[in-house]
Structures are given as C-alpha cells and as structure tokens.
T-cell receptor
Framework: NAGVTQTPKFQVLKTGQSMTLQCAQD?????MYWYRQDPGMGLRLIYY???????DKGEVPNGYNVSRLNKREFSLRLESAAPSQTSVYFC?????????????FGPGTRLTVL | KQEVTQIPAALSVPEGENLVLNCSFT??????LQWFRQDPGKGLTSLLL?????REQTSGRLNASLDKSSGRSTLYIAASQPGDSATYLC??????????FGKGTTLSVSS
C-alpha cells in the first residue's frame, strides 16, 4: 500500500518556466489537498478538492492551478514560476467521513525557482 | 480566522525525560485536532487524531489531550528517546475541510 505518492521529489526551475507536480493516492479517498511549507510560515493550503470533479482555492492560490484528474490523482501546475514559489510542496488526502478525517501526506516535492 | 499557535518553538531535553508540547487555537468550533511528526527533509506522519467530542487519545508513549472550550491541546511524550527528535505539528479543521497548522515545536532529545 503506497499511500500518497508525489513526483518529482526535487525540481529546479528558472523564473518563467512551467511545471506540473503530480500526486496520487491509493486509499480511495474523496478529498485531496495541496499545501506548501515555508520556513517560519508553517504549512499553508494552496488548493483542495473535496471530491472528484471539484476544486476550491485555499489560503495561497495565486500563481497555481490544479486538476482533479480522477479520484486518485490531483495535480498542481505552476504556469510561470517565480522565486517566491520556492518551497516544499505536500499533497495530502483524506476520507472526509463524519467520524474521522485523518489526513495522510505524501513525501513532498522540493522546488527551487532561480 | 482560525490561528494555531505552538509553544515552545524549540525544546531540548535529556533522554528519559517526560515532556509536554502545547498547542492553542483561537476558534473553538473545530471538528478534529491532529498531531503530526515531521523528520528533517521528510513528509508528515500522523501521530494522533482527537475528535472534538473526545478529551484525549493515546498511542504508546504518546498522549494527546483536548480542551475545546479553552482552545488548547497538549501532546505528552513519556520517557523520551533520541529517536523522538523531530518537529511536532498541531493542526485543526472543521468537518471535511483542510487543516490549519501551527508552526511546530522542534524537539531534540540527547542521549
């Protein structure tokens, strides 16, 4: 059982380049999330998807787009990368049931924008 | 707007000591509170989840308590070990929504 997987693990981009971060979960979870983690700022929500076919903005959505491709996959796209987007990106998923809502996290993608 | 605060930001203890990590949140209308562990350069591992109707949860040497009315949670680690060295994150959410995180407490346990 792989849980939540993310690709790539590391990436270096130049300002203005684009890329897509991939996330997949094999736990049949309904909800998926993208967070970024920055020193001194903690983890902040970028976008989330409560269920297949829906997406909503989080706290810091500017400069990002997302696609919930199917129930398993949730991708994050940077159309024109900026140095301010240098961060560690985490994908998470949860069952979104009334009784428990434990979120499970992937290992992260470490992105540097030069 | 919900805010989560963790005190202290860093803590160093000798092996074997019992310790308490603190978490406070400003809006008591939470559904769950979750404690995570993060090792350097790694992802987050869920340690304990406390539902709003619960007062505490235990897993091995870890015990987490929740006082929703006062907006506080504590994570108690008994008989600390060097392998417990990591950053511990507290997070809260409403039902089916994303987590709001504190900035974490970095724990160092020396042998």
């Amino acid at each position: 059982n792989a849980g939540v997987t993310q690709t790539p693990k590391f990436q270096v981009l130049k300002t203005g380049q684009s890329m897509t971060l991939q996330c997949a979960q094999d736990m049949n979870h309904n909800s998926m999330y993208w967070y970024r983690q920055d020193p001194g700022m903690g983890l902040r929500l970028i976008y989330y998807s409560a269920s297949e076919g829906t997406t909503d903005k989080g706290e810091v959505p500017n400069g990002y787009n997302v696609s919930r491709l199917n129930k398993r996959e949730f991708s994050l796209r940077l159309e024109s990368a900026a140095p301010s987007q240098t961060s560690v990106y985490f994908c998470a998923s949860s069952e979104r049931r009334a009784s428990t809502d434990t979120q499970y996290f992937g290992p992260g993608t470490r992105l540097t924008v030069l | 707007k919900q805010e989560v605060t963790q005190i202290p930001a860093a803590l160093s203890v000798p092996e074997g000591e019992n310790l308490v990590l603190n978490c406070s949140f400003t809006d008591s209308a939470i559904y769950n509170l979750q404690w995570f562990r993060q090792d350097p350069g790694k992802g987050l591992t869920s340690l304990l989840l406390i539902q709003s109707s619960q007062r505490e949860q235990t897993s091995g040497r870890l015990n987490a308590s929740l006082d929703k009315s006062s907006g506080r949670s504590t994570l108690y680690i008994a008989a600390s070990q060097p392998g417990d060295s990591a950053t511990y994150l507290c997070a809260v959410n409403r039902a089916g929504t994303a987590l709001i995180f504190g900035k974490g407490t970095t724990l160092s346990v020396s042998s």
